[in-house]
């Protein structure tokens, strides 16, 4: 299983970030499928995670400005975060929740891109 | 939220040696607790979930024990691929919330 983030690595303070993970090697239609950040020298914050039949898990301190959203026909998922600030400035990962023995752990991730937040 | 919470952060240890490190939950977790590797420049890789069981292919250096609010990972010989950062995390809620993680130098 591979996850691969794309999209801009600047975007501009009050835009839309914009980011998609393509999937390889596994059905978007298994499994949930997951955003989380990591801001420079800082931890691991959870984004969000969404199942293909639309169920959602936000972080609440996020989920008024994010979209999850999935393309099964194309094994994508998206991420979207309006009105961003220097604050979203991060490394983003994709990730699936589920590994080959677990359904609840982040099994597989992306290698990650750097989105800067600066005008 | 369920805050989490590693000791140390930073950690130095010599090839060889036994490593241990601690992370605290806010609330009772059950066993619902996993540990990540993170090298430099990649995303994290599971090492161990449901608090003690081994992912598939990760090395038996590596162990886990714990239940309700304390955990703890253990290196039983350091080797130098082992270099990276530690991260726990919880999912008894759907909220998964990580530790700060521990950075793990070789002397």
């Known amino acids: 299983v591979r996850l691969q983030e794309s999209g801009p690595g600047l975007v501009k303070p009050s835009e839309t970030l914009s980011l998609t993970c393509s999937v390889s090697g596994a059905s978007i239609s298994s499994f949930q499928w997951g955003w989380i950040r990591q801001s420079p020298g800082e931890g691991l914050e959870l984004i969000g995670y969404?199942?293909?039949?639309?169920?959602?898990h936000y972080n609440p301190s996020l989920k008024s400005r994010i979209t999850i959203s999935m393309d099964t026909s194309k094994d994508q998922f998206s991420l979207k975060v309006t009105s961003v600030t220097a604050a979203d400035t991060a490394v983003y990962y994709c990730?699936?929740?589920?590994?080959?023995?677990?359904?609840?752990?982040?099994?597989?991730w992306g290698q990650g891109t750097l989105v800067t937040v600066s005008s | 939220d369920i805050q989490m919470t590693q000791s140390p952060s930073t950690l130095s240890a010599s090839v060889g040696d036994r490593v241990t490190i601690t992370c605290r939950a806010s609330?009772?977790?059950?066993?619902?607790l996993a540990w990540y590797q993170q090298k430099p420049g990649k995303g994290p890789k599971l090492l161990i979930y449901e608090a003690s069981i081994l992912e598939g292919g990760v090395p038996s250096r590596f162990s886990g024990s714990g239940s309700g609010t304390e955990f703890t990972l253990t290196i039983s010989s350091l080797r130098p691929e082992d270099l990276a950062t530690y991260y726990c995390?919880?999912?008894?809620?759907?909220?998964?919330?990580f530790g700060q993680g521990t950075k793990l130098e070789i002397k």
């Open positions: 990730a699936r929740v589920g590994s080959n023995y677990s359904n609840y752990v982040l099994g597989y």
């Open positions: 969404m199942y293909y039949t639309g169920t959602t």
């Open positions: 995390q919880q999912y008894n809620d759907y909220f998964y919330t």
């Open positions: 609330q009772s977790i059950s066993k619902w």
